[in-house]
Each structure stands twice: as C-alpha cells, then as structure tokens.
C-alpha cells in the first residue's frame, strides 16, 4: 500500500487527520480542496489565458526556455523554468499545508511510529485504533 496519513495542524483549532491512497489521490485532493493547479505553459497557453497583457515574469522565462511551470492555489498562482520548479507532489504537498502551523505527511509505519506534541498524538492515535484495517492490528 502507498498510503500516506496527512496531519493538519492549524495556527489554532483541533488538529485534522485524513488519507489518501497515493501521490496521485494526494494531488487530487490538492486540486479539489486547495484549487491546486500544475501545467506546463507554452507561449499559446499564456496569450489563450492572459491575452496581450502576459505578466513580465511568465514573459521573461517564455523568450528564454519555451515553457514555464505554472504552479497555483488558494487564488496565487506562480511560475518557474520547467527545471526549477518543484515536482507536483512536492508542490501539491506545499498547497495542502500553506495555511496551517504545521502539517505532516507520514507513510503507515512513520504514523504508527510518530511521536509529537501531546493534542497531535492523541488525535493520531484515535485515528489508528479507528482504522485498524489500514494499520493493522499489530500496534
């Protein structure tokens, strides 16, 4: 299994504890959630979204390389050379976490292991003794 635990820790409020399946269910619910978004642009896609007025940044890395990463979420959008641009999973990771104090992405073992501040591991240990068949039941 490729599960990954993911622990929200907002800056105030209970902490929040959910799973995806893989990277790929991770991103899709980057995407449904955080209005996340990770296209390669070329100059077709820059004048089809932003017409004759494409911002200096995207401009500049077109002229020079062609394509650009355009990275989004929340409503911020950024863009980078395709070779600086942080892999999808790296940046859908960062869209899920942007606004809390903390957040944890943990393969099973790492949450069966994990050892935290006292409110992140009660929570994490109710969400292990109520998801014994993801878990299983050797704890």
């Known amino acids: ?3 990954i635990i993911i622990v ?5 409020g209970r902490v929040m504890i959910w799973r995806a399946l893989n990277e790929s269910d991770l991103i899709q619910k980057a995407s449904e959630v955080h209005d996340f978004c990770y296209q390669e642009w070329d100059m077709e896609n820059a004048i089809d979204c932003f017409g ?11 002229k020079k390389d062609k394509k650009v990463m355009v990275i989004g979420w929340s409503g911020e959008t950024q863009c980078y050379p395709v070779a600086d641009a942080d892999s999808e999973i790296v940046a859908a990771k960062e869209a899920i976490g942007h ?13 069966k292991e994990f050892k935290g501040h006292a409110d992140v591991q009660i929570v994490l240990n109710k969400f292990i003794e109520d998801n014994v068949h993801i878990f299983g039941g050797d704890e």
């Open 8 to 12: 929200e820790v907002p800056h105030s």
């Open 1 to 3: 299994m490729n599960d």
């Open 52 to 62: 004759d007025e494409i911002p200096e940044e995207y401009n500049d890395i077109l």
């Open 99 to 111: 606004d809390l104090s903390t957040c944890y992405f943990l393969t099973i073992a790492e949450a």
